[in-house]
Antibody, heavy 120, light 107 residues
């Protein structure tokens, strides 16, 4: 059974960089045709896709966040990572990692999510 | 970006009721419409993909329909475990976008 698990600091200061890692178990991140993505949800609000990466390193991002986002993959560790720079309180959210087959497919496996609070 | 609008935003219903939630896209998305269920403190769970295909392991009381801009999620007979928030999501174009959610509460 495929499992995804987010990890990283739960508190980040304003203007700093948020860094999270998603560890994939029960399957290979290098499986062809699968993309690995990040989605966030501010407390009490809806879902926002941040970006996705293919195991080859090919990425695509939400234009609204593109200038601040970097997603990378480490196939040797079966992990992919999110960096979001210059954070503000508006970036406080539960961050989920998820899998989707290709860009036009749904997110079929999700991590449990991790709350990141931006505060001094 | 394609805007997804769900209605209603909240809904009260009883166990055994038939419930329908609507999702409208700001432009045609063919059948690239997915539905998720989210319970408090949990990640969303995929229920329906491609507008009407039931994800493996999801009870058959859940069904989806529609194409183009208008879609529905129907729960044929509400069970206690179905009280949750439901989101639609379009995967037709980048960025994929979600509806604002429909909170289904116990009457």
């Amino acid at each position: 059974q495929l499992q995804l698990q987010e990890s990283g600091p739960g508190l980040v200061k304003p203007s700093e960089t948020l860094s999270l890692t998603c560890t994939v178990s029960g399957g290979s991140i290098s499986s062809s045709s699968y993309y690995w993505g990040w989605i966030r949800q501010p407390p009490g609000k809806g879902l926002e896709w941040i970006g996705s990466i293919y195991y080859s390193g090919s990425t695509y991002y939400n234009p609204s966040l593109k200038s601040r986002v970097t997603i990378s993959v480490d196939t040797s560790k079966n992990q992919f990572s999110l960096k979001l720079s210059s954070v503000t309180a508006a970036d406080t959210a539960v961050y989920y990692c998820a899998r989707h087959r290709e860009p036009q497919f749904p997110f079929d496996y999700w991590g449990q999510g991790t709350l990141v609070t931006v505060s001094s | 970006d394609i805007q997804m609008t769900q209605s209603p935003s909240s809904l009260s219903a009883s166990v055994g009721d038939r419930v329908t939630i609507t999702c409208r896209a700001s432009q045609s998305i063919s059948s690239y419409l997915n539905w998720y269920q989210q319970k408090p403190g949990k990640a969303p769970k995929l229920l329906i993909y491609a507008a009407s295909s039931l994800q493996s392991g999801v009870p058959s009381r859940f069904s989806g329909s529609g194409s183009g801009t208008d879609f529905t999620l129907t729960i044929s007979s509400l069970q206690p475990e179905d009280f949750a928030t439901y989101y639609c999501q379009q995967s037709y174009s980048t960025p994929p976008t979600f509806g604002q959610g429909t909170r289904l509460e116990i009457k």
